[in-house]
């Protein structure tokens, strides 16, 4: 089956549609997270996302509809967390996501056990996307791109120097809180497309592979959402003409893109010592 | 009766249960250069914050040019020069340009677009500091020097009246902090931008500032360099040695 046959079905349509809009929405915020040192703030709230989902399954509820919420209150808790208790970003992660996967385990078991609609959400699955999620996806990420477009320059002042920002009299508190909670609401949508496993991927690739050859820092928000985009597609494509998992196939795509700009910036310093 | 560039009045601030600054209250004159010193951990850098707003105060006041210190009226004239290391990401991807146009940021009101005249300010304060040929490279792939230099255009691209200067000269030469302070002080001769200096580098303060304010939690000494010289006080606090450097150099 040719390239073109693939992409006259409709599942693969919304898999591509609803999939561009979050993985333009994934590296934006990555390229924000990672440069502030919270790149697995996606990983933890990926757990707590696992742990929403078995309770929307115990009450018999769309996910969405719990985890959206309950995520987004818990990226809150890592925030004050780190402002409140003293505790350093990564420990502030580290116990939300074990709270998350221990909740959820609990409420697996109060259910009488895992079942396999629990496991599906572990490592998604793009192309059995509704249209219903499809429409959802596209007008949260056009809602939390538009507000991150309109903040641009508060952002990447806090984002360089959070210190200089506030002397500057932005309002450190309200972009902090608006950043966390716009990864929340990211990472429950990237459930569908790769999975609660491999959310953090979708995070984090894009951004340290644009670090790479990036010339500026509009520049590097640029690059990260085309390689977010091109690693999409290309994934799910390879997942249907090799038979793979699509969730994984991205992910691998993404890996393949960064060791490849790794190398060739490796290359290209190495040429310009030598002159 | 002119307003005062600072007025602080009764300021106290505690990290937890520990008094870091008592009841300190001064008065800075517009154009003035003020050397702020004193020992490890005497609250010079909670100070320089609590007057940014960056940390908020047990009690008392701030006024910077008659405005409270809350007031974007105020914040958008005060420039800021940190200590470089306590904030720097040497792989932030960020050009000079980018850096130097967050300086402009606080001045602008919703939707912050940049627009030519913000471009042409970058430009010139690029020229001042003479690091026009760097406008398009990395911040991260600049000598320390160079990047120091990027920072005090981010602090000056907004045209500050007031600026603040927290240990800028950390990890520099002695030939590019010597440029550095020459800088400076240009600018408060020149532009009557007022400075507030901390640093430990005794010398610096005596060859530039006119007026030393010395803290310990509390207002040690605050005055000009002749008071300061006749003081016996002083001489307890400082020792012989630095007393000298500081009065010899500056006359």
């Given at each position: 089956?040719?390239?073109?046959?693939?992409?006259?079905?409709?599942?693969?349509?919304?898999?591509?549609?609803?999939?561009?809009?979050?993985?333009?929405?994934?590296?934006?915020?990555?390229?924000?997270?990672?440069?502030?040192?919270?790149?697995?703030?996606?990983?933890?709230l990926a757990h707590v996302t696992f742990g929403s989902v078995?309770?929307?399954?115990?009450?018999?509820?769309?996910?969405?509809?719990?985890?959206?919420?309950?995520?987004?209150?818990?990226?809150?808790?890592?925030?004050?967390?780190?402002?409140?208790?003293?505790?350093?970003?990564?420990?502030?992660?580290?116990?939300?996501?074990?709270?998350?996967?221990?909740?959820?385990?609990?409420?697996?078991?109060?259910?009488?056990?895992?079942?396999?609609?629990?496991?599906?959400?572990?490592?998604?699955?793009?192309?059995?996307?509704?249209?219903?999620?499809?429409?959802?996806?596209?007008?949260?990420?056009?809602?939390?791109?538009?507000?991150?477009?309109?903040n641009y320059h508060d952002i990447f002042s806090i984002t360089f120097d959070e210190d200089f920002a506030k002397a500057g009299?932005?309002?450190?508190?309200?972009?902090?809180?608006?950043?966390?909670?716009?990864?929340?609401?990211?990472?429950?949508?990237?459930?569908?497309?790769?999975?609660?496993?491999?959310?953090?991927?979708?995070?984090?690739?894009?951004?340290?592979?644009?670090?790479?050859?990036?010339?500026?820092?509009?520049?590097?928000?640029?690059?990260?959402?085309?390689?977010?985009?091109?690693s999409l597609t290309g994934g799910i494509l390879l997942s249907l003409i090799l038979n793979l998992p699509t969730g994984a196939s991205i992910v691998m795509v993404h890996f393949g893109f960064f060791i490849t700009a790794f190398a060739c910036k490796n290359a290209l310093d190495r040429k310009s010592r030598r002159h | 009766m002119p307003v005062?560039?600072?007025?602080?009045?009764?300021?106290?601030?505690?990290?937890?249960?520990?008094?870091?600054?008592?009841?300190?209250?001064?008065?800075?004159?517009?154009?003035?250069?003020?050397?702020?010193?004193?020992?490890?951990?005497?609250?010079?850098?909670?100070?320089?914050?609590?007057?940014l707003g960056?940390?908020?105060?047990?009690?008392?006041?701030?006024?910077?040019?008659?405005?409270?210190?809350?007031?974007?009226?105020?914040?958008?004239?005060?420039?800021?020069?940190?200590?470089?290391?306590?904030?720097?990401?040497?792989?932030f991807p960020a050009t000079v340009s980018e850096t130097v146009a967050l300086g402009l940021v606080s001045k602008k009101r919703f939707p912050k677009r940049m627009d030519a005249a913000d471009v042409a300010a970058i430009d010139r304060v690029l020229e001042l500091l003479n690091i026009s040929n760097l406008k398009r490279e990395m911040i991260g792939d600049l000598s320390g020097g160079q990047q120091q230099r990027v920072f005090i255009a981010r602090a000056l691209v907004n045209e500050p009246e007031i600026l603040l200067l927290d240990e800028p000269t950390t990890a520099l030469d002695p030939g590019t902090r010597e440029g550095f302070f020459e800088l400076i002080s240009y600018l408060n001769r020149e532009k009557k931008v007022t400075v507030m200096l901390v640093t430990h580098d005794m010398g610096t303060i005596g060859q530039f500032a006119r007026k030393l304010l010395y803290i310990d939690k509390e207002i040690i000494f605050y005055g000009g360099f002749d008071d300061f010289c006749m003081s016996e006080k002083m001489t307890a606090f400082f020792g012989p040695a630095s007393q000298h450097l500081i009065c010899h150099r500056h006359e």
């Open positions: 089956m040719s390239i073109i046959e693939f992409l006259s079905y409709g599942f693969i349509q919304r898999a591509i549609i609803a999939g561009a809009f979050i993985s333009v929405l994934c590296s934006t915020l990555g390229v924000l997270l990672v440069l502030r040192r919270l790149s697995l703030i996606g990983d933890g078995a309770l929307a399954l115990l009450f018999r509820v769309y996910p969405l509809y719990i985890s959206l919420p309950v995520v987004m209150a818990s990226s809150y808790g890592i925030l004050k967390l780190m402002e409140r208790a003293r505790i350093f970003g990564d420990a502030a992660i580290g116990i939300l996501s074990a709270v998350g996967i221990a909740g959820g385990v609990l409420v697996a078991s109060l259910a009488g056990g895992f079942n396999v609609d629990l496991f599906s959400f572990l490592f998604g699955n793009i192309l059995s996307i509704s249209s219903q999620e499809v429409y959802t996806s596209i007008i949260l990420s056009v809602i939390v791109l538009a507000v991150i477009v309109f009299g932005i309002n450190t508190n309200r972009i902090n809180t608006m950043i966390v909670l716009f990864t929340a609401i990211t990472v429950v949508l990237t459930m569908k497309v790769v999975g609660i496993m491999l959310t953090s991927a979708l995070l984090i690739f894009p951004a340290v592979t644009a670090f790479q050859v990036a010339r500026g820092f509009r520049n590097a928000l640029f690059i990260a959402a085309a390689v977010a985009l091109v | 005062e560039a600072i007025k602080v009045e009764n300021l106290s601030f505690r990290y937890n249960s520990i008094e870091v600054l008592s009841n300190v209250s001064f008065g800075v004159e517009a154009g003035d250069y003020i050397g702020l010193v004193g020992p490890n951990g005497s609250g010079k850098s909670t100070l320089i914050k609590v007057i960056l940390l908020e105060p047990v009690r008392g006041s701030i006024r910077l040019l008659g405005y409270p210190s809350s007031d974007m009226k105020a914040r958008e004239k005060v420039g800021y020069l940190p200590q470089k290391m306590s904030f720097f990401n040497p792989n």
